[in-house]
Antibody, heavy 122, light 107 residues
Framework: QVQLVQSGAEVKKPGASVKVSCKAS????????MHWVRQAPGQGLEWMGW????????NYAHKFQGRVTMTRDTSISTAYMELSRLTSDDTAVYYC???????????????WGQGTLVTVSS | DIQMTQSPSSLSASVGDRVTITCRAS??????LNWYQQKPGKAPKLLIY???SLQSGVPSRFSGSGSGTDFTLTIYSLQPEDFATYYC?????????FGPGTKVDIK
């Protein structure tokens, strides 16, 4: 069965960076895009970007450009999201989500990780 | 960026009710519209993709419709496990924006 298992909660100081991992199993990792979505406490969902695990190509939301880096390690079927220059506004649960994108069709997120809480506090 | 709005922002309903949630895009997004359900402390769950396609394993009481800028999620005969927050999402162009959510609670 498809599973996305994320790394554990993190506490960071303002100005630091955080790297969250998302280990995929139960499917061919390189066959599906991976997205990252975050949710601040009590707030809605915010899309951060995607990575094509096959090619490594990325597409970041312009809000995060220059601060976010999405990478992958195909040998261990794991995607990573690193966010730098953290502020308290980055306190949120970060999710990875699989996208079975097929050329010419729409994107949608059919499996999600369990979420990783990142707390930014001095 | 394409802005997504949802109405109502919250509603109270009873088991067995029919519930309708509306989502509107700031420009035409064809049928590139998805619906998710989220329960407290849990990751979102895909219900409907491409405006009207039911995700595998999702009960048939969930139905999506619409095209262009206006979309609807209907829950026929609300069940106890359906009390949750529902989000629409456009995937017509990046950034893939979500609506602000509609919280469905028990009357």
């Amino acid at each position: 069965q498809v599973q996305l298992v994320q790394s554990g909660a993190e506490v960071k100081k303002p100005g630091a960076s955080v790297k969250v991992s998302c280990k995929a199993s139960g499917y061919t990792f390189t066959g599906y895009y991976m997205h990252w979505v975050r949710q601040a406490p009590g707030q809605g969902l915010e899309w951060m970007g995607w990575i094509n695990p096959d090619s490594g190509a990325t597409n970041y939301a312009h809000k995060f450009q220059g601060r976010v880096t999405m990478t992958r390690d195909t040998s261990i079927s794991t995607a990573y999201m690193e966010l730098s220059r953290l502020t308290s506004d980055d306190t949120a649960v970060y999710y990875c989500a699989r996208d079975p994108v097929v050329a010419g069709t729409t994107h949608y997120f059919d499996y999600w990780g369990q979420g990783t809480l990142v707390t930014v506090s001095s | 960026d394409i802005q997504m709005t949802q109405s109502p922002s919250s509603l109270s309903a009873s088991v067995g009710d029919r519930v309708t949630i509306t989502c509107r895009a700031s420009q035409s997004i064809n049928n590139y519209l998805n619906w998710y359900q989220q329960k407290p402390g849990k990751a979102p769950k895909l219900l409907i993709y491409a405006a009207s396609s039911l995700q595998s394993g999702v009960p048939s009481r969930f139905s999506g419709s619409g095209s262009g800028t206006d979309f609807t999620l209907t829950i026929y005969s609300l069940q106890p496990e359906d009390f949750a927050t529902y989000y629409c999402q456009q995937t017509y162009s990046t950034p893939f924006t979500f609506g602000p959510g509609t919280k469905v609670d028990i009357k």
